[in-house]
């Protein structure tokens, strides 16, 4: 393979919250760069490029995952879904009216990544308890909060979504 094969653009197809993007990348390119700088999906945060902080989490294909993780080309094919997805029309999803009522966030830059780190977990625990949530989130870095509003928030978020909330 020649130099100029193996770093050729790679064609991808997403559907990324509900519409198709046809585009092409660098195969080099991270997924959480090419929903921010080609897709302009700016709501999902870098906070350090190196997996460890969770603010660029997103669900693919409905799990929750760190996009700095994932090459753009790796989503090929997939279903992704951004923090600008998770309210549908003028509501706010319940896990961000979580955030919201029990202030769960003070500078609101790891707040994406929990929102959808939060999500994708109650939809497989929706009856959590304080110590599940709180393993549920440690992969997000908060540096604000000290995490007690945030474990409020999803406990609401819980407590709504159990009610027959979106
Ligand atoms: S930017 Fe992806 S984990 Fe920190
Ligand atoms: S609210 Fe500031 S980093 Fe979490």
Known sequence: MTAEAEYAAVPITVTVNGVKHEAVVEP???LVYFLREQLGLTGTHVGCDTSQCGA??????D???K???ILAAQANGKKITTI???AQDDDF???QQGFREKHGLQCGYCTPGMLMTGYAFLQKNPRPSEDEIRTAISGNLCRCTG????VKAVQHAAATLSQGGA
């Open 28 to 30: 080099r390119t991270l």
């Open 56 to 61: 660029c989490t997103i669900h693919l294909d």
């Open 93 to 95: 999803h319940p896990v």
């Open 147 to 150: 995490y007690v509003n945030i």
């Open 67 to 69: 996009s700095c993780t």
């Open 63 to 65: 799990r929750a995952v």
């Open 84 to 86: 600008e997805g998770l």
